[in-house]
């Protein structure tokens, strides 16, 4: 004869309450392709996350770079070009990503302690007034021709 057990427990119903924040827009899997030459931009990408009220990028800030800026490469005709955005839409919980061949961040004169360090802070200013810091990853060219002769400018 078996036992009958009542899933009180069970059948409580969640006690889910509406008084959480709402899930803020993020970034995360930011990182910088490092360009082998120092007078050529380097390239940023990362993946932002929309919460849940939409937003815009509006800008992305360093203090470990000259300047960044947002931009896109589009296919014209056959050839490649890139245009600076000064805004990108991200919607309510959406991915945006900023990967090779289309929106990217590029970075001029990137500091060398960064580079030493292999990571760079970058703050991404949202149109909802957050601002994001988040730790991107320095990727060395893979062939560094003079890494054996690398000059040290005096200050
Ligand atoms: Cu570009």
Same mark, same amino acid.
């Given at each position: 004869?078996? &036992?009958?057990?009542?899933?009180?427990?069970l &059948?409580?119903p @969640?006690? @889910?309450?509406?008084?959480?924040?709402?899930a803020p #827009?993020y970034?995360?899997?930011?990182?910088?392709? /490092?360009?082998?030459?120092?007078? #050529?931009p380097?390239a940023?990408?990362?993946v932002?996350h929309g919460?849940?009220?939409g937003?815009?990028?509006?800008g992305v /800030?360093?203090d470990? &770079?000259?300047?960044?800026?947002?931009?896109?490469?589009?296919?014209?005709?056959?050839?490649?070009?890139?245009?600076?955005?000064?805004?990108?839409?991200?919607?309510?919980?959406?991915?945006?990503a900023?990967?090779?061949?289309?929106?990217h961040?590029?970075?001029?004169?990137?500091?060398?302690?960064a580079?030493?360090?292999?990571k760079?802070? @970058? #703050?991404?200013l @949202? &149109?909802n007034?957050?601002?994001l810091?988040?730790?991107a990853i320095?990727?060395?060219?893979g062939?560094?021709?003079?890494s054996?002769a690398?000059?040290h400018e005096?200050?």
């Amino acid at each position: 004869m078996r &036992a009958y057990f009542p899933f009180i427990a069970l &059948a409580a119903p @969640l006690a @889910l309450t509406a008084c959480g924040d709402p899930a803020p #827009t993020y970034v995360d899997q930011a990182w910088v392709r /490092l360009s082998p030459n120092k007078d #050529t931009p380097s390239a940023g990408y990362f993946v932002a996350h929309g919460g849940d009220a939409g937003t815009q990028l509006r800008g992305v /800030l360093t203090d470990y &770079a000259l300047k960044v800026e947002m931009h896109e490469s589009m296919n014209h005709g056959g050839m490649m070009k890139m245009e600076p955005l000064q805004s990108v839409d991200i919607p309510a919980r959406s991915t945006v990503a900023f990967a090779p061949g289309g929106k990217h961040l590029m970075l001029w004169g990137v500091n060398d302690t960064a580079i030493a360090r292999g990571k760079m802070t @970058l #703050t991404f200013l @949202l &149109a909802n007034g957050d601002r994001l810091l988040v730790d991107a990853i320095i990727q060395k060219p893979g062939a560094a021709p003079a890494s054996g002769a690398e000059e040290h400018e005096g200050h």
